[in-house]
């Protein structure tokens, strides 16, 4: 940091260029988080805060009946004994010690700021320094008051609160609320006492986003101020807002919006997922990490914040500067079917289109006929698909300049497959004395050593042996709250295979450094930050309609950083010049999952295929290093324009979609076909906007420099068209 640690009465605080944080400690030895915002050159002092963690164990509970996060016993009984600081790389770190002087139960809080970026992650380290067992029931990753903008005198009725619905073929589906409207207000002078209620979203199960994304934002829309989370932990969790004043004055004067937000964070807890944990004498537990970017430019800056801390996070590979295209066989093409027959046009066509790696996805190791859902578990390739074995398919792959992949889902066995009776009744989520069976699947528990050793031997072989340099690893259930193997809580078993999963991937491509992995849940219902850490790429959907998948493209962005943020794209013969565009368009500021028919193609529809992919290929490196925004706001489902933008260091990059309505009908002389697109981070004159995507459409762009705005003209619907702006 450009600053180091002051003191700030009796406590902490850390500024830099982008970030301002303070800790004081009052003369009860408690803690306080209370600042945290976007450096600016004033100190507007700090706020009301909340003690730095809140715990929640047996025998204590909370101080205020409830469901808040907010009010334990055991958090606000932590006094304060020490801190440090670290540096790591571009990471400044600070921990924090805390101890209950009740129980003897130790906290570390530890933050980590991304020097210059606004972004800080977070989690909570505790240790039995006690005699006795301390059961934990819920612990916060991150807790704080005084949310963004408090310092200016603002109240809740300034700030909304936005989350995204996920779901199977409607991932990322924003939506704003009011938080007063949330958290309605209430004469709390007239109680003396903090309201119960509270804002939360719960991810419950093994699917961490198969509800809702796991993130949100504050915004005062007042001054702009911002902060946006992100909970780092590929299963369940729960984030809640909610008000709190500090103290009551005996005057009656505290009326309503006289109170603050805040905010917890936590990964799986006792009433919301069946977690819960007993702590021996010096036994430890580390939460989840989780991250938040403040920002004083709105939720597009917060999310600019997210997106340099999600590249700082993950573990490096040459696929986040490369991008290849990668055509996969499934998406309204084969769709589970595979043979050497129907690949090898497939293989061809993709290579002269500009694919640069190839998967085969699933069906490849069950004999055609046979149903493969319930029998999935040896991933030994089919000599019925592949009478000559499917080395044939992957090393015509490899001669037309590709690399091989295929498609997996590790983590379950199918009810019929030999495997489920080869490996010990220890290596599988078990509840009630029973296997968990959903779907006709059984869930392997990678925390057993068997089952990892059957993973790392087909992994191996199929690496090894076939040479495949791709993963598509998928994941189509939902295991429920998790496993009572071993005998704890089914959530802390789920939370330990979570975390034992994702020791696997490390040791996976650690053994296997050039091998590429996309994670894939279902589509989307598994896109968090603790699987893209360690994967490089994540499927956005499984949406086979072209124009609702545009909906879902436009706003990936916001949760996955543009160049892991795959989006398939899958043009058919038979598609008019502007429906290959449009669907191609989708995908072309992320990353390319391109499927359809094309070795059935015509030679036109295959040069606008393999335009689209020349013109990706001159941009991607930019796209690595981008940050999203959108001119139209964030997309809602049924709308029937949509804009993406990404900024980058030499260009600004313009996707416009016209998608008209989608009950079939097209109405072109009802739909306005120019679209007028805010940029506000161009100033002035710029070179005349280049149109770069598709060449045939007759799509036109203008700049008008007075209202900086960029008008689009799309003559048709539906219709898409990619523009380069150069940076002014």
């Keep these: 940091m450009a600053a180091g640690t002051e003191p700030l009465r009796a406590g902490i605080r850390w500024t830099d260029a982008a970030i301002d944080l303070g800790i004081d400690v009052d003369e009860d030895g408690t803690a306080r988080l209370t600042r945290l915002a976007a450096a600016r050159g004033s100190d507007p002092g700090p706020v009301p805060g909340l003690p730095l963690v809140d715990v929640v164990i047996a025998g204590a509970g909370r101080s205020w009946s409830g469901s808040r996060y907010a009010e334990s016993v055991a958090g606000h009984r932590l006094r304060y004994a020490g801190h440090e600081e670290h540096a790591d790389g571009p ?15 130790r906290a570390e809080v530890f933050y ?23 059961t934990i029931e819920s612990v916060t990753s991150f807790l704080a008051g005084g949310l963004p903008g408090a310092e200016d005198g603002a109240v809740l009725a300034d700030l909304d609160v936005l989350w995204a619905d996920n779901d199977w073929l409607a991932e ?41 994304l796991p993130m949100g934002v504050i915004v005062n829309r007042r001054t702009g101020h911002a902060w946006a989370w992100q909970i780092e932990h590929n299963g369940a969790w729960h984030w809640q807002v909610g008000e709190f004043t500090p103290s009551y004055p005996e005057d009656g004067a505290a009326g309503p919006g006289a109170g603050h937000a805040y905010l917890a964070l936590l990964g799986p807890t006792d009433s919301e997922h069946q977690w819960r944990l007993s702590l021996a004498p010096a036994e430890s537990f580390t939460t989840v990490p989780v991250a938040i970017a403040v920002s004083d430019g709105g939720f597009e ?27 996969n066989d499934y998406m309204n093409t084969l769709n589970g079917d595979p043979t050497t027959e129907r690949l090898l046009p497939l293989v061809a066509a993709a290579a002269q289109a ?107 072989f199929l690496v090894d042996d076939l040479g495949v340099g791709y993963f598509k690893l998928d994941y189509n259930i939902n295991a429920g709250p998790g496993t009572e193997t071993g005998g704890g809580s089914a959530g802390a078993g789920l939370l330990e295979h979570n975390r034992a999963y994702l020791r696997w991937l490390d040791c996976v491509l650690d053994r296997h450094p050039a091998l590429t992995i996309e994670n894939c ?135 416009a979609w016209r998608r008209g309505p989608l009950d079939g009908t097209r109405h072109d002389d009802d739909e306005p076909a120019e679209i007028s697109l805010p940029l506000r981070h161009l100033h002035g004159a710029v070179a005349t906007p280049e149109v770069l995507y598709p060449g045939h459409a007759g799509a036109e762009a203008r700049w008008e420099a007075t209202d900086r705005t960029l008008h689009v003209m799309l003559p048709r619907t539906p219709s898409a068209c990619l523009i380069r702006l150069p940076s002014s």
């Design 172 to 212: 990322g589906r924003w939506q704003r609320r009011a938080l007063r409207d949330a958290l309605p207000a209430l004469t709390r002078s007239a109680h003396g006492a903090n309201p119960r209620g509270r804002f939360g979203l719960t991810s419950e199960g093994s699917w961490s986003s198969g509800v809702y």
């Design 521 to 655: 849940g279902s589509g989307g219902m598994r896109s968090d930050y603790a699987m893209l850490s360690h994967c490089q790429l994540q499927s956005t959907s499984d949406q086979q309609d072209y124009l609702r998948y545009a909906a879902i493209a436009a706003a990936a962005p916001a949760a996955i950083a543009p160049e892991q943020a795959a989006v398939w794209a899958y043009p058919q013969p038979g598609f008019t010049e502007d429906e290959i565009a449009f669907t191609l368009c989708s995908a072309m500021l992320g990353r390319i999952h391109l499927s359809g028919h094309i070795d059935k193609m015509s030679q036109r529809e295959r040069g606008l295929v393999a335009e689209a992919l020349q013109v990706y290929k001159r941009i991607r490196a930019d796209l690595a290093l981008a940050v999203p925004f959108w001119p139209l706001g964030l997309p809602r489902w049924t709308d029937s324009h949509y804009a993406l933008g990404m900024r980058a260091p030499g260009a600004t990059y313009v996707v």
């Design 301 to 327: 800056g917060a999310i600019a914040g997210l997106t340099a801390g999600r590249r700082a996070v993950r573990r490096p590979h040459e696929d986040h500067a490369r991008l290849p295209v990668i055509f």
């Design 91 to 105: 990471w400044r770190g600070l921990r924090v010690e805390l101890e209950d002087p009740v129980t003897g139960l």
């Design 112 to 134: 980590q700021v991304l020097e210059g970026r606004g972004v800080l992650r977070s989690w909570v380290g505790l240790t039995n320094a006690g005699a006795r067992p301390v």
């Design 354 to 460: 500009g694919a640069e790696y190839f998967c085969i996805d699933a069906g490849w190791y069950a004999d055609t006929g046979e149903g493969w859902w319930d029998s999935v578990g040896l991933w030994k390739p089919s000599s019925d698909r592949f009478p000559d074995g499917i080395a044939v398919v992957l090393n015509r792959i490899r001669a037309e300049g590709m690399v091989p992949g295929l498609w997996l889902e590790p983590e379950v066995v199918g009810v019929r497959s030999p495997v489920a009776d080869r490996l010990p009744a220890e290596a599988f989520f078990v509840r009630g004395g029973e296997r968990v069976v959903e779907h006709g699947r059984y869930h392997l528990d990678l925390r057993h050593p068997a089952a990892v050793k059957h993973l790392d031997e087909v992994v191996d």
